[in-house]
């Protein structure tokens, strides 16, 4: 389809409906990444806590504020990355090239035939297709900056989980220590008076 009788921004406006729709599906996308977490996945901490602090755990609101907050940064670098490298302008301007060319799909070409435009095409969608590469590289990385980032998660809640169970462990320790103090105490006392006792003058 050629543009006839329309513009170029008049085509740029209309074509640009395909930014929303591509944003949203990101969104969605990302909306799920850390859908599969459970409350069940901090049960053996509550347990923990139940047991030797009497204390409940809110693990249902804990993974919710966690999914809330984990999916608000991807969300942000999303954005960032759509509005550092102008993806906006990009996929209209592609939507705008594949809908103007797409008449000479399957077509076979003669060089010495063809206008400059047309000779200059394949380098032009060459161009753009490098572009896309280049994004989609961008998004890989992102991917992997975001696996490393969800290891470090689940790492340092395995060190929270641990230190609090050391921190349980040294508690209950306190505790039988002064208990055995307590059974001691009177026998402290006692021979504290009798070495009292030995030092005082006797009576005269």
Not at 98 to 109: L, Y
Request: glycine share 2%.
């Amino acid at each position: 389809m050629n543009f006839v009788g329309e513009d170029t921004e008049s085509a740029f406006r209309r074509h640009q409906a395909i930014v929303p729709q591509v944003k949203q599906a990101y969104e969605e996308v990302i909306g799920q990444i850390f859908a599969d977490l459970s409350p069940s996945d901090l049960d053996s901490c509550a347990a923990i806590l139940e047991e030797h602090e009497s204390s409940t755990l809110d693990t249902e609101q804990m993974v919710n504020t966690a999914q809330k907050v984990m999916t608000k940064i991807v969300n942000d670098v999303n954005q960032c990355f759509f509005a550092g490298n102008d993806v906006d302008t990009k996929l209209t301007t592609l939507e705008m090239l594949k809908e103007h060319f797409a008449s000479h799909k399957g077509k076979e070409w003669n060089f010495n035939s063809v206008s400059p435009e047309e000779l200059t095409r394949p380098l032009r969608m060459n161009s753009l297709d490098l572009s896309i590469r280049f994004m989609e590289r961008q998004l890989k990385t992102q991917e992997k900056e975001l696996e490393i980032a969800m290891a470090k998660s689940i790492e340092n809640r395995q060190r929270i989980q641990e230190v609090q169970a050391e921190r349980v462990k040294v508690g209950h320790l306190i505790k039988e220590r002064m208990a055995q103090y307590q059974e001691i105490k009177p026998q402290l006392t006692e021979i504290e008076r009798s070495m009292n006792n030995l030092h005082m003058p006797p009576k005269v």
